[in-house]
């Protein structure tokens, strides 16, 4: 079963703008990471925020935590084409079993 | 650094089937994971080493799906038999010490495999 949902399912963007994605999860978690999985492709890390900490900046990524409402937030400031991809969320536990939401498709047209 | 190494990429074969797909984690990482990931969906944890030690294999269909990692290092995976729901990628990802409590999980690209 998956560990929680992602909001929206799809997004479509254009250049420039920027692009927002939630996520819930159900259990209580030893941090939430959120990865990047391109068509076809193995996934790849993003950005890590443990869960006592509540915003973390990477380039032109901010994710956000609220451990009180279960939920994070992803933003990717100024997207480019490249962007476009799907993105997952994944909550650890503490024995480090990571479970992943069901991903947010991004397109980014020129 | 080589990343996570999976083979087969492809695979295709016909349900009641047996299927085994193999794994090579980055060097020095403790921890091991495979993934099912079905198309349109996130993935699916199947089942996490420590080691050449199960941590959890609460959603690995036990009936037909098993799992081994010899001497803590590689891992296979297989399917026997094969039925038409298993088609889906398989991922295989490793990480350093515990997982993902320490940090970041490196995937491999994945095997691919269709059941007709």
């Known amino acids: 079963s998956q560990q929680g949902e992602e909001d929206p399912q799809a997004l479509s963007i254009q250049e420039g703008e920027n692009a927002t994605m939630n996520c819930s999860y159900k259990?209580?978690?030893?941090?939430l990471q959120w990865y990047r999985q391109n068509s076809g492709r193995g996934l790849v890390h993003l950005i890590l925020i443990r869960s006592n900490e509540r915003e973390k900046h990477s380039g032109r990524l901010r994710v956000t935590l609220d451990t009180s409402k279960k939920s994070s937030s992803l933003l990717i400031t100024a997207s480019r084409a490249a962007d476009t991809a799907s993105y997952f969320c994944?909550?650890?536990?503490?024995?480090?079993?990571?479970?992943f939401g069901a991903g947010t498709q991004v397109v980014v047209t020129p | 650094e080589a990343g996570v190494a999976q083979s087969p990429r492809y695979k295709i074969i016909e349900k009641r089937q047996s299927v085994a797909f193999w794994c090579n984690p980055i060097s020095g990482h403790a921890t091991l994971y495979w993934y099912q990931q079905i198309l349109g969906q996130g993935p699916k944890l199947l089942i996490q080493f420590q080691n050449n030690g199960v941590v959890d294999d609460s959603q690995l269909p036990k009936d037909r799906f098993s799992a081994e990692r010899l001497k803590g290092v590689d891992s296979t995976l297989k399917i026997q038999p094969a039925k038409l729901e298993d088609s889906a990628v398989y991922l295989c990802a490793s990480s350093l010490d515990r997982g993902a409590v320490t940090g970041e999980l490196f995937f491999g690209e994945g095997s691919r495999l269709t059941v007709l």
């Open positions: 994944a909550s650890t536990d503490s024995w480090g079993k990571l479970q």
């Open positions: 259990t209580s978690i030893n941090n």
